[in-house]
Nanobody
């Protein structure tokens, strides 16, 4: 059974930084891209960032480009989302997700391409 466990969320002031982590278990993590999504109250879950299986390719939503960085430690194994210059509109529950397709070449922003999800971690940004 695949499990993804997020951690590191919390309360931060606008302009501050936070790093959240995702530790997968139960699958050959290194063969799959990983994605980060977020969902604010009353809104649909949206794509934030993705990283390919090797860690050599990343993709970001326009709203976070230049502020967020996704990375992965294949040995740990853990995926990270470093969030800098946080804004109140970044507040949401953040989810990591595991791609359904191994060795995907072009990273997907579609949540339907991700089959395993963590329970989410809350990020709150005060203005």
């Amino acid at each position: 059974q695949v499990q993804l466990v997020e951690s590191g969320g919390g309360l931060v002031q606008a302009g501050g930084s936070l790093r959240i982590s995702c530790a997968p278990a139960g699958r050959q993590f290194s063969n799959y891209a990983m994605g980060w999504f977020r969902q604010a109250p009353g809104k649909e879950r949206e794509f934030v960032a993705a990283i390919n299986w090797s860690g050599g390719s990343t993709y970001y939503a326009d709203s976070v480009k230049g502020r967020f960085t996704v990375s992965r430690d294949r040995d740990a194994p853990t995926v990270y989302l470093q969030m800098n210059t946080l804004k109140p509109e970044d507040a949401a529950v953040y989810y990591c997700a595991d791609d359904l397709t191994p060795w995907r070449v072009i990273l997907s922003t579609d949540l339907r391409d991700y089959g395993y999800w963590g329970q989410g971690t809350q990020v709150t940004v005060s203005s």
